[in-house]
């Protein structure tokens, strides 16, 4: 570095504040003091002030005016420091005070010079920079720019060029530097350019245009071109700067708008004469040759494809005069090639050039070349994903087709497919409404149709002649003028009403023909839709109900009869099903008859034997109770026997209740044994746990026994049925009927013949029976399917021929896990009160007289009646706290009808009825009885419970 750069780097140092400056003043006063002082010897007594004063231009230089004021101060005093060292005496002449100011003038001086000095050079440097960063900045501004920027000088030769000119040619910078880019112009326009830059350089002014140039890849690109004039500081011209656009996309949008314009305008004007055709025909010979005039072609078709997607049948084509005319059949694989067609039924356009060197057949290709079919197009027609029509186009130039060409093809394609489905269709409505004319006019019943404002549109030949008058008449008139003056209002609201809901509607009323007589007419109309769905009137049909009107009358009158009839039939039916249900259930108990007469002979036995042995020693106290206890006993078993079989024959009041169904069919156990018989093994296999189920005993233990019973015929001497009860839990579906969840399976199985897969399906059906005549009714099985599904249940049957059947009862499984505990503490018998009086009633001497000894052993005062009549009479004469009365009497009037009269006339006397056997009939009437009910044979012990309870005193 050269004096001169280091001065003016030592004038471009920034030290900072005013303190770093002072510091700067410091040190180069020190720097020139250590000057001073080394050469003390020579300056002997002399200041030599002079030599400090670098230092302070330095200072000043480096630091500015702060640095040099500190400079001369700190070199000043440093200086008389030095010159005192040597002994010489301080300001003793006038010389050390010339010395001092002097230093001082030239010090400041000098400091004021270099800083200005330094302001100048900093200034500058600043001038430079900005220069520098502005030359910087527009490099990288150009650079980042996504279009070309370049710089000439006044010799429009090019100095600079950016990243995007550099792209574009795709050559280094300084290879396109100079008159390079006058050569990548486009021949066409090299004359336009040089004539706008000839006019515009010389005034130096900007100047613009559009040319194309030669991009890297050989491809031309049109550019628009600005350029402006650059000038330095003094307005001196230094060239141009100039930044081109790309407008090739641009450009090529606006022929294409230019070009779909002119589309557009070709299809509307087609779409005009198209709508204005009505035939088919007619509508594909135009959109041909309008097609072929705007393409240039040779000639147009418009063919449509049969079902089999193979044969293009050209109904109408256009052609150039003296070419070939296309109409006629051909093949579509023929046609175009096998390629060509998949490319068609595929729904894509076609675009062959040279269309012979696509085809397979010899014959098509020579009849292309010999036609001069340079280039073909097809726009395919696809409706519901087949090919149903082409429209195509040939020309002799052997040239590709454009995509605005395409894309006008398939436009005409569509809008001829339109336009002649269009006129098809209003061929075939023309057709059709002729069709319904004659239709309607041979018709028989008045027809009409309606437009939106409910005038008549037309009517048909019957409505005329029920109106009268001519077509027009008929057709103006206001159909309400006919109307019954009775039925106007209502026919007028229910015909509003049921046009505005657009749906179908009904009508009924009396109408004046044209000779006056009121006819009955029933009409129905339904909606009209347009074609966007929205009703636009009504078709209407009405027929002369007044015959059947007048039939109805008489109708009505035999349905009364009718009714009659078929109550009493249904009466009848019923009461024959309800004998014959009854009569199965009596089947089975006939079955059971051996073995319980068997059980009662065994019973009286003990009974009547018990009874002789204590006639015979009365005065034996231990014999007497001991047979006395015995007869009772068998007594108390021929109880239970009793009421089993009053249950299975529905002889008494049956309620579902929840019910232990292990503790059900044990206590049953002797009668299902009875019914199985001696040769037949039962053999029972109930649950560990108690099943509980929510069932009418009764219904339960007779379709058990139907089961039962139903088993044992089926099984052979020796054979085996098993009744087996278990917990199962379902799944939804997995049993026909029910749902899932906790379900009591009770299934009886046996090990017999089977049942027959042809028969499986019908055993539940009712008065089904496989059995001989008069050995079943075919009513078991169905009464315990009725069970089942009454008590919300099913029923599943499995058999294998050989290998017996089994049939499954699901009922729902009651959340409880064992039956409540039974106080088995005996009651303390209750005596009744002294002076109690109990009227008893009871037709049965023998009865009577063992309940009166009862009674009156409990502490009563008894009095008996035989039967109803009597005890009215009793009670007539007399006060009574309690009636023990039966409830089958002779006489006329039963035990319950004598209880409701005894309680209207003695309020306040308790009532109790009693019975072994009521009936069904009167069980449905004690039913909702509010009095306590006693069911023989009864002990004393019952007796005291039911006479001493609180509903009995």
């Known amino acids: ?48 002030f ?23 101060a700190g070199a000043l005093g440093g200086g008389w420091l030095l010159v005192g060292a040597t002994g010489a005496a301080l300001f003793d002449d006038r010389s050390d005070w010339v010395a001092t100011v002097n230093f001082v003038i030239v010090g400041l001086f000098c400091t004021w010079v270099a800083s200005s000095l330094r302001d100048e050079v900093a200034g500058r440097a600043r001038t430079q920079a900005l220069l520098d960063e502005g030359e910087r900045r527009f490099h990288l501004m150009a650079d980042t720019a996504p279009a070309p920027v370049w710089v000439t000088n006044p010799d429009a030769e090019v100095e600079f060029v950016n990243k995007a000119l550099v792209e574009f040619y795709g050559r280094p910078a300084e290879e396109i530097l100079g008159s390079v880019w006058r050569a990548t112009v486009h021949p066409d326009d090299r004359e336009a350019v040089a004539a706008i830059m000839a006019e515009a350089r010389p005034a130096r002014r900007p100047y613009t245009f559009d040319a194309r140039f030669s991009r890297a890849d050989g491809t031309w690109r049109w550019m628009r071109v600005a350029v402006k004039p650059r000038f330095d500081g003094d ?35 087609l779409g005009d ?45 256009w052609a150039l005069p003296g070419t070939h005319n296309p109409e006629g059949p051909w093949s579509l694989t023929t046609s175009v090639g096998p390629a060509g067609a998949d490319e068609l039924r595929a729904g894509r356009t076609l675009r062959l050039i040279d269309p012979a060197s696509h085809v397979d057949d010899p014959a098509t290709a020579a009849d292309y070349r010999a036609h001069d079919s340079g280039a073909l197009i097809a726009a395919p027609v696809m409706r519901g994903g087949r090919l149903d029509a082409v429209l195509y186009a040939v020309r002799a130039e052997a040239r590709a087709w454009t995509e605005d060409e395409a894309a006008l093809v398939e436009e005409v394609a569509a809008r001829a497919f339109a336009e002649v489905e269009r006129t098809r269709a209003e061929l075939e409505m023309r057709e059709s409404e002729h069709r319904f004319r004659s239709v309607a006019d041979t018709a028989p019943v008045l027809i009409w149709v309606t437009n939106a404002d409910r005038s008549r549109a037309f009517v048909n030949q019957a409505y005329v002649a029920f109106h009268g008058g001519s077509y027009e008449d008929a057709r103006t008139a206001d159909w309400r003028a006919a109307l019954h003056p009775e039925d106007h209002e209502r026919i007028g609201r229910e015909s509003l009403a049921g046009e505005a809901t657009g749906k179908p509607f009904s009508l009924e009323g009396r109408y004046r023909r044209h000779d006056g007589e009121w006819r009955w007419l029933k009409s129905f109309s339904r909606p009209r839709l347009g074609m966007g769905g929205d009703v636009v009137g009504f078709v209407g049909v009405a027929f002369d109900v007044t015959e059947a009107k007048r039939a109805q009358v008489d109708l009505t009158r035999v349905n009364e009869l009718l009714e009659e009839r078929v109550g009493e039939a249904l009466a009848e039916k019923a009461k024959a099903e309800a004998d014959l249900m009854h009569a199965q259930r009596m089947e089975a108990v006939g ?33 007497q109770k001991r047979l006395g206890e015995a007869a009772l006993a068998a007594a108390r078993r021929g109880e239970r026997l009793t009421h089993q079989l009053l249950a299975f024959s529905r002889r008494q009041t049956l309620r579902p209740e ?71 839990r379902l799944k939804p579906g997995q049993i026909a009927e029910l749902p899932g969840g906790d379900h009591v399976c009770i299934s009886v199985s046996d090990d017999g013949a089977g049942i027959d897969p042809d028969v499986l399906p019908r055993i539940f059906e009712p008065f089904f029976t496989t059995k001989s005549v008069g050995k079943g009714t075919g009513l078991g099985l169905s009464q315990v399917y009725g069970f089942s599904r009454q ?19 699901f009922l729902p499984a009651l959340r409880r896990t064992r039956p409540e505990a039974l106080d088995t503490t005996p009651a303390p018998e209750r005596a009744a009160l002294p002076g109690r009086r109990l009227l008893l009633v009871e037709d049965d001497p023998d009865v009577a007289a063992v309940a009166a000894e009862m009674i009156g052993s409990l502490g009563f005062s008894v009095r008996t009646a035989e039967d109803a009549a009597g005890a009215l009479s009793v009670l007539a004469d007399a006060e009574f706290d309690v009636m023990l009365t039966d409830v089958v009497m002779p006489g006329g009037m039963s035990g319950v009808e004598l209880a409701q009269e005894a309680t209207l006339r003695h309020p306040d006397m308790s009532v109790v009825l009693a019975s072994g056997y009521a009936g069904d009939d009167m069980d449905r009437r004690m039913a909702d009885a509010p009095w306590p009910f006693l069911r023989k044979p009864y002990s004393r012990e019952t007796l005291a419970e039911v006479l001493t309870a609180d509903t009995a005193v």
């Open 791 to 809: 008590s919300g249940g099913g029923l599943q049957v499995t058999s294998e021929p050989g290998k017996g059947a089994s049939i499954r009862m």
């Open 235 to 269: 307005g001196g011209f230094m060239g141009y700067i100039g930044m081109s656009f790309d407008l090739t996309e641009t450009r090529e949008a606006l022929d294409h708008l230019a070009e779909l314009e002119r589309r557009q305008s070709l299809l509307l004007s």
């Open 273 to 317: 004469r198209l709508r204005d055709l009505d035939e088919p025909d007619a509508v594909m010979l135009e959109a041909a040759r309008t097609l072929g005039e705007a393409l240039a072609a040779q000639r147009v078709g418009y063919g449509e494809i049969d079902a089999a997607g193979e044969t293009i049948l050209v109904r109408r084509a």
């Open 50 to 72: 002079m030599i400090l004063l670098p230092g302070v231009i330095l200072a000043a230089l480096a630091a500015g005016r702060i640095a040099g004021v500190v400079a001369t």
């Open 591 to 623: 079955r059971l008859t051996g073995g319980v007469a068997h059980d009662f002979n065994n019973l009286l036995t003990v009974v009547i034997g018990a009874l002789d042995m204590m006639l015979r020693a009365p005065d034996d106290a231990a014999r």
């Open 658 to 728: 929840p019910t232990d169904l292990n503790a059900l069919i044990m206590e049953g156990e002797p009668l299902l044994r009875r019914a199985v018989g001696e040769a037949v093994t039962l053999d029972l296999r109930l649950s560990d746990r108690p099943v509980w189920v929510d069932v009418d005993p009764a219904q339960f233990e007779a379709a058990l026994l139907n089961l039962v019973v139903n088993a044992r015929d089926a099984v052979d001497e020796g054979g085996r049925v098993i009744v087996e009860t278990r917990l199962r």
């Open 1 to 48: 570095m050269g004096p001169g750069e280091a001065l003016s780097a030592l004038a471009r140092f920034e030290p900072g504040g005013w303190a770093a400056r002072a510091l700067v003043g410091v040190g180069f006063a020190l720097a020139v003091l250590l000057v001073r002082w080394a050469a003390a010897a020579l300056y002997a007594d002399v200041t030599g």
